[in-house]
């Protein structure tokens, strides 16, 4: 019932309401007052928006793909730490230890991985976008780190490292011939 009820609400908040007309009145002892009522003069979320840079584009897509990264990283790199990685026996929490390294060395990957993924036409190869993503990916889970311990907030981690993976992918841009050179096949 709850389910249905929310789709009900959700529906009709995403009904569009009809905009009125200017209506004006008067008050005894005030005079005249004009009432404007119907849509407002600002934009809203709905209304179409100034296209943003492709700049910021590319960096948001990417941090937010690296961001996705580092999850799936952290849950992949955990499940296969534990299970591939020697446990010590007398331990407490067994395979804990494999369980925390696959988680760090599975949110680098992930998120180096997922960052360079969308091409968005910078026409740089991924593995020159990888290997950016990768080294913003060390300095961002460095600084992530920190930045947690600092706020003790564990979301730091993530957030800065994605970032910081997106960051360094800006500066990608693919290679031109070199004069005399004969042009890259089309494809490549």
Do not use: K
Not at 25 to 30: C, I, R, T, V, Y
Not at 62 to 91: E, I, S
Not at 138 to 145: I, N, Q, R, T
């Amino acid at each position: 019932m709850r389910i249905l009820g929310l789709v009900l609400l959700f529906a009709l908040a995403a009904t569009p309401v009809p905009a009125q007309r200017r209506a004006d009145a008067e008050l005894p002892g005030l005079g005249p007052l004009r009432v404007e009522t119907g849509a407002p003069e600002t934009p809203t979320a709905l209304q179409a928006q100034p296209p943003s840079s492709p700049r910021g584009d590319r960096f948001l897509t990417r941090a937010a793909t690296g961001g996705l990264g580092w999850l799936g990283g952290v849950f992949v790199g955990g499940v296969l730490g534990y299970g591939l990685l020697p446990r010590c026996t007398g331990c407490e929490d067994p395979g804990f230890e494999g369980l925390f390294l696959g988680a760090i060395a599975g949110s680098v990957i992930g998120t180096s991985a997922l960052a360079a993924a969308p091409a968005l036409g910078d026409g740089c190869r991924y593995g020159d976008r990888f290997g950016r993503a990768f080294l913003g990916t060390l300095g961002g889970s460095a600084l992530g780190l920190l930045a947690a311990l600092v706020v003790n907030h564990p979301a730091a981690l993530p957030v800065t490292t994605s970032v910081a993976a997106s960051a360094a992918t800006l500066g990608c841009r693919g290679t031109t011939p070199e004069a005399g050179a004969a042009p890259a096949p089309p494809g490549s």
